[in-house]
């Protein structure tokens, strides 16, 4: 078993939860509250910028030159799927550029860019580079398990191509093999540092869906 299998064994109870969680049964069928998608589409597209920010931020630190490329490029690829993507979805429910920019992130969107970015700069380069393992993971998992269940005529469908693409399965690819090639000369605490960090993304994976789904927002006491 490879390293990264094992960090997907070791959170499988975590990771079938996400991909059963409401907003990912709902988005499936079709069901989810149009308000809801909407909350998700402003939430989805402060996290991918922060997102590509902690790419670009662990590629500097990266040992060699195709290592930065690829994670640069991983950072420009978030960026694209953050344009278009969003930018459909935002002109269909009326989401205007200025009502994007004076709605800010929630707090678990806020929680978890901060936590990205601070491994980015803080943690050992393996250590950065698995955290921000768990989105492209899960979000290729959820979405090839909605592709396999909606139906042709879905009114996310453009939501669901992009995740189960294969453009996005051969990004996901790579950042596996890196993964495991860090946990290959690794030392031990590293590796271990490296699951945690696995774990914790993936708890921030979860609770970024959940807070959408319940639509949670900045509330004064």
């Known amino acids: 078993m490879s390293f990264t299998e094992t960090l997907w064994d070791e959170t499988a109870d975590l990771q079938e939860r996400i991909r059963t969680m409401p907003f990912n049964t709902e988005m499936a069928s079709g069901t989810l509250p149009p308000e809801t998608f909407r909350f998700y589409i402003i939430e989805d597209a402060h996290y991918l910028e922060g997102f590509a920010r902690a790419l670009a931020l662990t590629g ?78 899960i979000y290729l998992r959820v979405g090839q398990s909605i592709h396999a269940e909606a139906a042709p005529e879905h009114p996310y469908r453009a939501w669901i191509d992009t995740y189960a693409g294969e453009d996005f399965e ?26 945690h960090a696995f774990e914790r993304s993936s708890l921030h994976e979860w609770t970024f869906w959940q807070s959408a789904y319940e639509r949670r927002d900045w509330q004064r006491p």
């Open 60 to 137: 500097s630190r990266a040992p060699d030159p195709a290592t930065i490329a690829q994670l640069s490029g991983a950072a420009a690829g978030a960026i694209a799927v953050e344009r278009q993507l969003h930018d459909e979805y935002m002109a269909l429910y009326g989401v205007t550029p200025e009502g994007f920019a004076a709605k800010p992130p929630s707090p678990a969107c806020d929680h978890y860019v901060s936590f990205l970015i601070r491994s980015a700069a803080t943690d050992p380069f393996p250590v950065a580079v698995t955290a921000l393992l768990p989105c492209f993971c």
């Open 170 to 195: 051969a990004a996901v690819t790579a950042m596996l093999v890196l993964v495991d090639r860090l946990a290959d000369a690794a030392d031990e605490p590293t590796r271990m540092a490296m699951r």
